[in-house]
């Protein structure tokens, strides 16, 4: 049911000549004006980030890897988004996993690191119009450090800072020096708080380093206080004019913890000229109900809080199937690169009823936008010329309802497509539509969504031949050798999912070749709760198997394998379930078991893991028991040492130098991914060099290192980035 609007009707009826509607003959009479105006539409689309959320498109051969895109960004073919806003990566888990920052440290600077330029630079040449937008989820420790904090509500006091702008600032400039990319649009961070003199100072910054063009919204926050701001922006000028758009998460009627823009916000907004927009708002449902979700979403967020743009967490789950909100809400799933398999949802058509049928920059029809009399939405778009598309879901109707459209004021009087979806098929073409004297009349049926346009070219775009998936290849064996240039690949090994911090490929401190390292020193000023550094890879399946790696420690460190690994926290907190061996500098070594924080709203799993759980109380940060310690003499830094964790039933052995020197039983866990980990403190991450890691059968021969599958193909030009 959707909530009671009598207020909000009242205010739509002065702000934006509430439709002119009735019912004749059985049907809902709607006169659409051309010349009746209209807020601007500023796009629709999807937020990729907030998370790792394209970790493994990257590792997909062509062109599957080129397909996935084309279903998302390429115009008049899939989804056809015409807003994409981007995690500007900070190096801190924000949701699924981490990104590496282009800045770890103050005197570090890097453009190739990670997928997301690529990301961007791949979805801006599908369509030259898409407007790009970003904002960070976590950043850097040195951000902020020792700076003057200026007042804010919510969040951390040190990311309030000049030194966060100027760290914006970098990323601007690399975006545009780089890749010849420009952002329309930057908020300010996503989901903590506000500080109305960051703002001030983020415009000032912008503006005196040649980024006058790029529009700053806030504050993106999701709680029922999170247009507070609004009033200080009436009686603050600076404020106001620092503030180019009002944001705000979930604001539709399908999000979780939904809180609209009031009728009061709407009107303090059109008093200051500002448009609204929804900066990430969330339909985690299933099948064609998400579809219609989806689109009921956008309809809603226009009729009910005057949002001018929506962007949905979020686009492409390329990523593992074990991890959190790995299928919902995302609208294409990618989580098998090394077979090339992909899914699409019915969840990209719902993208499809408003990307194929609307651009940035066409406006929001007076009149021709509400609720429908027997259940359902619309909204009218019309195109700077006189073309125009009708959006109509009918989620909530319960019998067939017919609406007349009057036709007037400069619209075209072409013919319009007719494109429908429901619960048996997405987006497929009907009869088109023929206005006489000015009039049309359709018929709608319950649970469907419809696209009506004078506007020609849509298509289902598709692709034959998807192969059929096909698990983790196992044994795996990475020697990093095969990278012999790193920023081709965004300096990312394939197939590893930075859960925490960044594991980049690097050269080994003894120049013998390649490796792994996890390169964060400090802990990120995080958006998640946080934990220690980790990376995992593989299937979530394997029972029995030994993981092995070569560890080099530096002083004051320490690593880890990790192996059974079935969980990596709920998307809010990032403590994984499963096992680890760890070795010390100082030659101490333990093998301990992660039961992770217990989670209320989740099952920790079968029956037996949960009888196993309630005679455990949780000895560390994250539910860490150790399960077995011994001291190692001979153990010390700036040493390459060998580690292996063989899983056998409910036996588990911890191998150092190819010595047995750890053994425990432990049934909690039967099966997992594998993994590579980083200790820590709280001022202090450890920074181990890692190498050959061996994913194998238990005291199976070495296998020949693992390769590239055919067409996995860089994602950078070797002249990328500096």
Request: charged content about 20%.
């Amino acid at each position: 049911m959707r909530p009671h609007r009598t207020p909000l009707l009242f205010l739509l009826a002065i702000l934006c000549h509430s439709p002119q509607w009735g019912q004749a003959a059985n049907s809902q009479v709607v006169e659409l004006k051309g010349d009746a105006g209209g807020k601007r539409f500023d796009g629709i689309g999807v937020v990729n980030g907030g998370g790792a959320t394209s970790v493994l498109l990257k590792d997909y051969p062509e062109p599957q890897r080129s397909q996935i895109l084309d279903m998302v960004y390429k115009p008049k073919f899939g989804a056809s988004v015409s807003a994409l806003l981007v995690e500007i990566p900070g190096d801190g888990n924000s949701t699924q996993g981490s990104m590496p920052s282009h800045m770890h440290t103050r005197d570090d600077l890097d453009y190739t690191r990670g997928y997301l330029w690529w990301i961007l630079c791949e979805a801006k040449k599908r369509n030259p119009d898409l407007s790009l937008d970003g904002t960070a989820w976590s950043a850097p420790s040195w951000v902020g450090d020792g700076a003057k904090f200026p007042s804010g509500k919510y969040g951390d006091a040190q990311f309030w800072t000049q030194d966060t702008i100027g760290y914006y600032v970098k990323w601007l400039e690399g975006l545009r020096k780089v890749y010849g990319l420009e952002f329309d649009a930057l908020g300010c961070r996503n989901e903590k708080g506000y500080s109305p003199e960051f703002v001030k100072m983020l415009r000032t910054t912008l503006d005196a380093n040649g980024f006058k063009s790029v529009k700053v919204h806030a504050f993106d926050h999701f709680t029922k206080d999170k247009f507070d701001f609004v009033k200080e922006m009436l009686t603050d000028e600076k404020l106001r004019d620092s503030i180019d758009i009002i944001s705000g998460h979930t604001l539709s009627t399908n999000a979780p913890k939904r809180f609209p823009a009031t009728a009061e916000v709407q009107q303090m907004a059109a008093q200051m000229n500002k448009p609204i927009w929804d900066t990430e708002d969330h339909v985690y449902k299933k099948g064609f109900d998400c579809e219609i979700s989806i689109v009921q979403a956008f309809n809603d967020n226009f009729i009910s809080s005057g949002a001018t743009r929506t962007v949905n967490w979020y686009d492409i789950a390329g990523l593992y199937a074990m991890e959190p909100f790995s299928e919902d809400p995302a609208m294409l799933l990618a989580h098998s690169p090394w077979s090339g398999h992909y899914q699409v949802r019915e969840a990209l058509w719902g993208y499809a009823h408003y990307g194929q049928f609307s651009q940035v920059g066409w406006q929001y029809l007076n009149g021709g936008c509400g609720e429908l009399s027997g259940g359902g939405s619309m909204v009218t778009l019309k195109s700077p010329g006189d073309d125009y598309s009708i959006i109509i879901e009918t989620k909530d109707a319960k019998a067939p309802q017919q609406l007349q459209f009057q036709i007037s004021g400069g619209l075209s009087g072409n013919g319009l497509c007719v494109w429908r979806s429901n619960a048996k098929e997405q987006f497929i073409q009907q009869p088109g539509i023929k206005p006489a004297n000015g009039t049309f009349t359709i018929t709608l049926d319950p649970d469907s969504i419809y696209s009506l346009s004078t506007t020609t070219g849509q298509q289902k775009g598709s692709f034959a031949d998807i192969p059929t998936p096909k698990p983790f290849p196992f044994p795996y064996y990475e020697t990093f050798e095969q990278y012999a240039s790193p920023k081709e690949w965004g300096h990312l090994p394939r197939y590893t999912a930075d859960i925490a911090d960044a594991f980049e490929i690097a050269e080994r401190p003894d120049k013998q070749g390649k490796c792994l390292r996890q390169v964060v020193p400090k802990p990120t000023i995080s958006w998640a709760p946080d934990w220690l550094p980790y990376t995992i890879l593989g299937d979530d399946s394997w029972q029995d198997y030994e993981v092995s790696a070569d560890v080099y420690l530096n002083p004051g460190d320490s690593a880890a394998v990790m192996g059974r690994i079935n969980d990596v926290g709920t998307g809010y907190g990032f403590i994984p379930k499963g096992y680890f061996l760890k070795l010390a500098d100082n030659g101490q070594c333990q093998l301990v078991v992660i039961r992770g924080k217990k989670d209320k709203k989740k099952p920790v799993g079968d029956a037996e893991q949960q009888a196993i759980l309630r005679g455990l109380k949780d000895d560390g940060e994250g539910g860490e028991k150790v399960l077995a310690t011994v001291q190692l003499p001979g153990i010390s830094p700036n040493q390459w040492h060998h580690l292996k964790l063989c899983f056998q039933g409910s036996t588990l052995m911890g191998f150092v130098d190819d010595k047995l020197v750890l053994t425990a039983t432990d049934g909690l866990y039967a099966r997992g991914m594998a993994g590579l980990m980083a200790g820590g403190e709280r001022k202090r991450l450890s920074t181990p060099y890692f190498d050959n890691l061996l994913i194998n059968g238990i005291n199976a021969p070495t296998p020949k290192p693992s390769s590239a599958i055919a067409r996995q193909l860089p994602i950078y030009r070797t002249s990328a980035g500096k």
